[in-house]
Nanobody, 123 residues
Framework: VQLQASGGGLVQAGDSLRLSCAAS???????AGWFRQGPGKEREFVAALRVSGDRTYYANSVKGRFTISRDNSRNTVNLQMNSLKPEDTAVYLCAAGPVIWGRRDDPGAYYYWGQGTQVTVSS
């Protein structure tokens, strides 16, 4: 199983970006998530989606601004990011696997990882 993240870029504060994570195989069969890692920082949970029931969960820092969703026809999981802030600057990574929902914000619980896409938000 391979994950490929795309959609990052350089934007200004207040702008929007849409990230996409494409998977080969059935990586998105249970839980898909997005994490981010800023320079000199630890990997941070952003959002997760449980395929069964399309249940979602967000970090407080992005709640109300970011939306995670899936496109079954394209086998992708997307992250719509609105009202971006400079503190959102990071490499964004998608992840997936048979994650227990209670561990949805734990990067160690995910089996598959994409390579990351850079998001830079200027003030």
């Amino acid at each position: 199983v391979q994950l490929q993240a795309s959609g990052g870029g350089l934007v200004q504060a207040g702008d929007s970006l849409r990230l996409s994570c494409a998977a080969s195989g059935r990586a998105f069969s249970v839980v898909a998530g997005w994490f981010r890692q800023g320079p000199g920082k630890e990997r941070e949970f952003v959002a997760a989606l449980r395929v069964s029931g399309d249940r979602t969960y967000y970090a407080n820092s992005v709640k109300g601004r970011f939306t995670i969703s899936r496109d079954n026809s394209r086998n992708t999981v997307n992250l719509q990011m609105n009202s971006l802030k400079p503190e959102d600057t990071a490499v964004y990574l998608c992840a997936a696997g048979p994650v227990i929902w209670g561990r949805r914000d734990d990067p160690g619980a995910y089996y598959y990882w994409g390579q990351g896409t850079q998001v830079t938000v200027s003030s």
